[in-house]
């Protein structure tokens, strides 16, 4: 159903300018309060005004409507039926929070249905337990188990493994035990535990209580409106190991009922036999077959219990299955939580990943791309933008959103917007992509854009000549005590990254060949071949007889879809069979096989000398950059080379002489029915997003073509001067930090090549001109904020039940101090889910809050935004003051309580409210028309501003200041064209209005605007500045700057990280802007 229209004969002009939902953006809908069909229905409206293409049905912490109750999917419904009237799809999630499994607990209340584990330790050790709570399928000891076996065990004097031996009884030598062990409760699975992954019986339950029930209610609108269903960080038990081989503590590893019965059958060994193999490495350094078979037993376990499982579920009833693995980005992390990333996925519809705190995990996405290529999928999805703070801008949102287009990302997944803000929800990793942010109106901008891209991206085929084996097994073999083995280990996941960096940086594009895909791939062909055939046995060769020759190369390497010329074998110690057969078959064809490094020394596991003699006929090259893409020169379709354009000589623009390969761009090319697609992109942030400069780059692509320029921004198409030298189409185009590039290469030449020394585009587009020319814009006239100014109020006296009052302190500190007291669990501990304990939390505790609130001089109608008034008695210097409603601030959970008149000098705000479990202990804010001065952490009520200049506004009365503020000024000017520059401002973006016209948005470097033809005279200029909600609700009390996670603790940090004093955002326009006047070349 997704992209239908992509296998129309071309691509529509009005559906490049206009893209329908099924191209756009989905965010993470974050259901975390009681749900209210009105509220729910308002933002939906409000999603389609954001240009989103629909939203993820996403249960988060703070969910007080049942899960999966009738109240719950009479809310889903209304939403479905919203989503269907405003042309939008409505996109299932499978869990309620993550991991995916046990369906909100109601699984694994079942002990049958619950994560098994391996325990081994030393006999008659005391059973350990984990520290706090964990989203995460990390082992939960519950001293519910069953003895596997005792081994005796003995070690030399490096700790290596000399000798073990089953034994039944434990009396002499050192001996180890071996346990199965059923997993204990946990506050983050609804007071249950993880299910078992491992077992197909289990994830049965699961699609029983989850998807059938979906299937059920709403089965006529499978595949049409209900596009897919996302699953969330399915994974295994989390693998251990051993420090030293002389430590004395548990390991826990991945296990269940029968799984020496199929390891046993799989590969006629017994696993229990052999387990001491899997924690120590062997004497004689050689590696250990039994440990590379068990990581290997346990990946496909888990694959088809719940990759293969729900996906073939969602096939068979008309939906497809997204969303991402567990740790899917280092070859440790994947061994740890999943085996491998690649094979779980195999059976998604849209295979998916997680970028988190704006990384760049090149692995991660390179990955599911591979994946979607191989299997033929539409797609890639991202679950995108989470953990970045309240600041993260438009031009951030665009720059992680097109790298990972590159790499094949068609589904971006918003990460995230909430429902409401009340509670733990304002904490659960903003910022909130929805109404709650002051720009949401303006976001349609991003949508549009990412949309349009979608359009072309997901036409064609993947235009891509190298394949490179994923060398995870050989992790795998590897994975024992950290001490032993580290720096083989170290030098595969630092190898791992480079050859993904090397090649995607240096413009030649590939797929990892996942060999377990590899073997169940060429397994399935070989089963429909042999049914075609009359069930004769056929060689995989056979299987591959459509295996084309041509292009100048003798074959291709076949992986389900993807076809490649060349294969990679980057360093790997360890080859399956079966992948040695295929590169064996391949050779012997006239294939290419670059070997890296060092050749494989086993297969299975176990030492081999055919692979190294296949290594040997190849031929090894040095593991270095420079090596590998010399040796794939012939694989290039494209070359990209920069300078800076903003002082190159103009008399030499068609030269590259003084250009270098341009460093931080990726690129995607498709085969689309007679033409091709190349998208280009910057990957990395500029070093000073301030300071940035156009480059002038020169595109070089194999072949002739007729490039047509697709503007994804404006949703124009032009067609672009091309020229043509050497059999090559070289293109000029001029791009800044965070600019994107999408053509349409139709066959053949343009009949009047490129002659233009310098193209007008650099004059008419980028607006360079000499600095000399450049003024000042006026200081602002005045300024006006779009919300009432706050002052936060988050550090307050308190007094419990009849208590003495005691110091000031934050008010989350506090929380946690009154749950330690009462013995209720912290909220920052992740609690149990609210629907779980139904009915009204009165509370059975008293709380008093008191702020101190300094005032300069008095300051009239104030009004109090703070949550649950109703429940609460407010005294302002010792006079109550009602509870009257005055709308919302920020979320409709925060109200709007009238204060009144605030006094000259100290004022007293008293707070009295119930304390119970499910009280939420919240920061306040005073609203109105005053200033704040901020120093150190104490605060004052100033008078209003009477103006505010360039330069951070957070130190101009406005510190918490969570607005969008529009500064106001004059210029005076001849007739002209009216250029401006504004390159130092802090926001989600600006707008600029000449004369009471908007001009348009203002977001990406170079931030120069044309602002058309004016008259001579005097014209008024606007600029909005779209701010964000940092300063008033973000971790103002974190000293760690460097903290990427903005997760719920940020707010809660400890020791040298925290601070009482305030640590804020600039805000603003930081410099004065520039302007100049073109004036007609006829004068």
């Known amino acids: 159903m997704l992209y239908n229209r992509s296998n129309e004969d071309t691509l529509d002009p009005e559906l490049f300018e206009n893209p329908p939902a099924q191209y756009r953006g989905a965010p993470f809908w974050a259901w975390n309060c009681r749900l209210d069909k009105e509220v729910l229905l308002s933002q939906i409206s409000q999603f389609s005004e954001m240009g989103m293409g629909g939203a993820h049905i996403h249960c988060r912490v703070g969910l007080d409507t049942p899960y999966l109750g009738d109240a719950f999917f009479e809310a889903v419904l209304a939403c479905k039926d919203k989503m269907k009237q405003e042309g939008l799809l409505c996109w299932l999630y499978d869990e309620d929070r993550w991991p995916s499994g046990t369906a909100g607990g109601i699984v694994t209340r079942e002990e049958k249905y619950r994560m098994r584990f391996l325990v081994f330790e030393p006999y008659e050790m005391a059973e350990e337990q984990q520290d706090g709570y964990m989203a995460a399928a990390k082992a939960v000891r519950s001293g519910s188990r069953k003895l596997l076996g005792y081994y005796r065990i003995t070690l030399d004097?490096?700790?290596?493994?000399?000798?073990?031996?089953?034994?039944?009884?434990?009396?002499?030598?050192?001996?180890?035990?071996?346990?199965?062990?059923?997993?204990?409760?946990?506050?983050?699975?609804?007071?249950?535990?993880?299910?078992?992954?491992?077992?197909?019986?289990?994830?049965?339950?699961?699609?029983?209580?989850?998807h059938e029930e979906y299937y059920r209610r709403f089965q006529d609108d499978f595949g049409t409106v209900i596009p897919a269903i996302f699953t969330d960080e399915p994974q295994t038990a989390h693998k251990e190991r051993l420090e030293d081989p002389f430590q004395k503590k548990a390991v826990i590893l991945p296990f269940t009922d029968d799984f020496e019965e199929t390891f046993k059958k799989e590969y006629g060994i017994s696993i229990l036999s052999g387990l001491p193999e899997l924690i120590w490495d062997k004497k004689g350094n050689g590696y250990s077959q039994i440990r590379y078979l068990y990581h290997r037993h346990v990946c496909e376990r888990f694959s088809e219990a719940f990759g293969d499982h729900v996906g073939e579920w969602c096939r068979k009833h008309g939906i497809a299955l997204t969303g991402h693995m567990m740790n899917e980005w280092t070859l440790h992390s994947q061994t740890m939580a999943v085996g491998e990333a690649m094979r779980p996925m195999m059976n998604f519809g849209i295979p998916g990943i997680d970028m988190l705190c704006d990384r760049r995990e090149l692995s991660t996405a390179k990955q599911a791309q591979s994946v979607a290529r191989q299997m033929g999928r539409a797609g890639v999805m991202s679950e995108i933008y989470g953990v970045t703070g309240w600041t993260f801008d438009f031009r951030n949102h665009k720059l992680a959103g097109d790298w990972q287009a590159a790499l094949g990302v068609t589904l971006r997944v918003p990460h995230l917007t909430w429902v409401s803000m009340e509670g733990e929800a304002k904490r659960d990793y903003p910022a909130s992509i929805g109404y709650q942010s002051p720009w949401y109106k303006e976001y349609r901008e991003v949508e549009n854009h990412f949309a349009r891209l979608n359009t072309a991206l997901t036409r064609g085929r993947a235009k891509v000549r190298v394949g490179v084996i994923h060398p995870i097994e050989s992790y795998w073999i590897c994975w024992g005590c950290q001490s032993h083995n580290a720096d083989i280990r170290e030098t595969l996941d630092t190898q791992f990254e480079n050859i993904i960096s090397w090649l995607l940086y240096g413009l030649?594009?590939?797929?990892?060949?996942?060999?377990?895909?590899?073997?169940?791939?060429?397994?399935?062909?070989?089963?429909?071949?042999?049914?075609?055939?009359?069930?004769?046995?056929?060689?995989?060769?056979?299987?591959?007889?459509?295996?084309?020759?041509?292009?100048?190369?003798?074959?291709?390497?076949?992986?389900?879809?993807?076809?490649?010329?060349?294969?990679?074998?980057?360093?790997?110690?360890?080859?399956?069979?079966?992948?040695?057969?295929?590169?064996?078959?391949?050779?012997?064809?006239?294939?290419?096989?670059?070997?890296?490094?060092?050749?494989?020394?086993?297969?299975?596991?176990?030492?081999?000398?055919?692979?190294?003699?296949?290594?040997?006929?190849?031929?090894?090259?040095?593991?270095?950059?420079?090596?590998?893409?010399?040796?794939?020169?012939?694989?290039?379709?494209?070359?990209?080379?920069?300078?800076?354009?903003?002082?190159?000589?103009?008399?030499?623009?068609?030269?590259?002489?003084?250009?270098?390969?341009?460093?931080?761009?990726?690129?995607?090319?498709?085969?689309?029915?007679?033409?091709?697609?190349?998208?280009?992109?910057?990957?990395n942030k500029p070093v000073n997003e301030d300071i940035t400069y156009t480059e002038r780059l020169t595109i070089e692509i194999k072949g002739e073509y007729r490039p047509s320029l697709y503007d994804t921004l404006r949703g124009r198409i032009t067609e672009s001067a091309a020229r043509y030298e050497n059999g090559k189409t070289i293109i000029t185009a001029?791009?800044?930090?965070?600019?994107?590039?999408?053509?349409?290469?139709?066959?053949?030449?343009?009949?009047?090549?490129?002659?233009?020394?310098?193209?007008?585009?650099?004059?008419?587009?980028?607006?360079?001109?000499?600095?000399?020319?450049?003024?000042?814009?006026?200081?602002?006239?005045?300024?006006?904020?779009?919300?009432?100014?706050?002052?936060?109020?988050?550090?307050?006296?308190?007094?419990?039940?009849?208590?003495?009052?005691?110091?000031?302190?934050?008010?989350?500190?506090?929380?946690?101090?009154?749950?330690?007291?009462?013995?209720?669990?912290?909220?920052?501990?992740?609690?149990?889910?609210?629907?779980?304990?139904?009915?009204?939390?009165?509370?059975?505790?008293?709380?008093?809050?008191?702020?101190?609130?300094?005032?300069?001089?008095?300051i009239e109608d104030v009004c109090l935004a703070l949550e649950h008034p109703e429940k609460m008695q407010i005294y302002l210097n010792g006079h109550p003051c009602g509870n009257e409603d005055r709308g919302w601030y920020v979320d409709q959970s925060i109200r709007r309580i009238y204060l009144g008149r605030i006094q000259k000098g100290e004022n007293l705000l008293e707070l009295h409210m119930p304390f119970g479990e499910k009280t939420n202990v919240e920061w306040c804010w005073l609203l109105g028309r005053f200033g704040?001065?901020?120093?150190?952490?104490?605060?004052?009520?100033?008078?209003?501003?009477?103006?505010?200049?360039?330069?951070?506004?957070?130190?101009?009365?406005?510190?918490?200041?969570?607005?969008?503020?529009?500064?106001?000024?004059?210029?005076?000017?001849?007739?002209?064209?009216?250029?401006t520059e504004i390159s130092r401002y802090r926001g989600a973006l600006l707008q600029i209005e000449v004369d009471g016209e908007k001009k348009g948005n203002l977001i990406y470097a170079p931030y120069r605007m044309n602002l058309g033809k004016v008259r001579a005279g005097k014209h008024k200029i606007c600029i909005r500045v779209f701010g964000n909600r940092a300063n008033a609700f973000g971790p103002v009390h974190n000293a760690d700057r460097t903290e990427t996670w903005y997760g719920p603790n940020l707010w809660r940090t400890r020791g040298n990280k925290w601070t009482y004093e305030y640590r804020l955002e600039e805000m603003g326009i930081l410099s004065a802007p520039l302007y100049w006047l073109v004036k007609d070349e006829e004068e």
């Not at 006026?778 to 003495?804: M, R, T, V, W």
């Open 508 to 683: 030649i594009d590939f797929d990892f060949i996942s060999e377990s895909m590899l073997q169940e791939l060429d397994g399935q062909l070989r089963d429909a071949a042999e049914v075609k055939a009359g069930k004769r046995m056929l060689e995989t060769a056979d299987i591959y007889s459509h295996t084309f020759q041509g292009d100048g190369h003798a074959a291709n390497f076949q992986v389900g879809e993807g076809t490649y010329e060349v294969i990679v074998v980057p360093g790997c110690v360890t080859l399956r069979k079966h992948t040695y057969k295929r590169l064996q078959e391949f050779h012997s064809k006239g294939g290419r096989i670059l070997f890296l490094g060092t050749a494989p020394s086993c297969m299975e596991g176990r030492e081999n000398v055919d692979i190294r003699r296949l290594a040997e006929e190849c031929g090894v090259i040095p593991f270095q950059r420079e090596s590998l893409l010399n040796s794939l020169e012939s694989c290039r379709d494209i070359d990209l080379f920069t300078e800076n354009a903003e002082r190159a000589d103009p008399t030499r623009m068609k030269h590259r002489e003084n250009q270098k390969r341009a460093k931080n761009m990726f690129y995607q090319m498709r085969v689309d029915k007679g033409a091709e697609w190349l998208f280009l992109c910057h990957v």
């Open 932 to 979: 704040v001065k901020v120093s150190g952490r104490k605060k004052r009520l100033t008078a209003y501003p009477g103006a505010i200049y360039y330069g951070d506004y957070v130190t101009q009365g406005l510190p918490f200041y969570a607005g969008n503020l529009v500064y106001e000024t004059s210029v005076e000017t001849e007739e002209g064209e009216l250029w």
């Open 157 to 210: 004097a490096k700790g290596m493994l000399e000798s073990y031996e089953c034994v039944e009884d434990p009396l002499d030598g050192e001996i180890w035990c071996a346990w199965l062990e059923v997993s204990g409760n946990t506050p983050w699975f609804n007071n249950q535990s993880y299910v078992n992954t491992l077992d197909k019986s289990a994830i049965d339950r699961f699609l029983e209580v989850t």
């Open 734 to 858: 001029y791009v800044s930090a965070h600019d994107s590039l999408l053509y349409r290469l139709a066959p053949g030449r343009y009949v009047e090549a490129d002659t233009a020394e310098t193209p007008p585009f650099l004059k008419n587009e980028c607006g360079i001109c000499p600095d000399e020319a450049k003024k000042l814009l006026p200081e602002p006239e005045q300024f006006s904020l779009e919300e009432e100014n706050c002052c936060l109020l988050d550090l307050a006296e308190y007094a419990f039940d009849d208590g003495e009052w005691q110091p000031e302190e934050e008010l989350l500190r506090a929380d946690n101090r009154f749950r330690k007291a009462l013995g209720y669990p912290l909220r920052m501990e992740a609690l149990a889910q609210p629907w779980l304990k139904q009915g009204e939390d009165e509370g059975a505790h008293r709380l008093r809050l008191r702020f101190r609130i300094d005032a300069e001089i008095a």
